[in-house]
């Protein structure tokens, strides 16, 4: 069964490309997502790679946890689900 990988610490210039490569060394990937900003249109510094299958996503995490990318030490391990948030007013509409 696929398993979800966080990658965070990203430098701001890490291409997609250079995330499937890196990880394609661990086993199959079958999707890679780099988070930007849809202001800025530049990388929020953290990515999502989805491997094949369990044992290519353990052996991701154990062989690029910490691993230098563009002068920056990654981080890496499984994806967490996303928390829902309220889109009721986040916060501004407080009462005082």
């Known amino acids: 069964m696929a398993k979800k990988l966080y990658v965070g610490n990203l430098s701001y210039n890490v291409t997609e490309a ?57 981080t890496v391990n499984e994806a967490r689900p996303r928390e829902e948030r309220s889109n009721s007013d986040f916060g501004r509409n407080k009462r005082f």
């Open 18 to 74: 250079q995330i499937r490569e890196l990880f394609a060394q661990a086993g199959e990937i079958t999707e890679v997502s780099v988070i930007m900003d849809r202001d800025t249109g530049r990388s929020k510094g953290f990515a999502f790679v989805q491997m094949s299958n369990d044992t290519a996503a353990q052996d991701a995490i154990r062989r690029f946890n910490g691993h230098s990318l563009d002068n920056r030490a990654l």
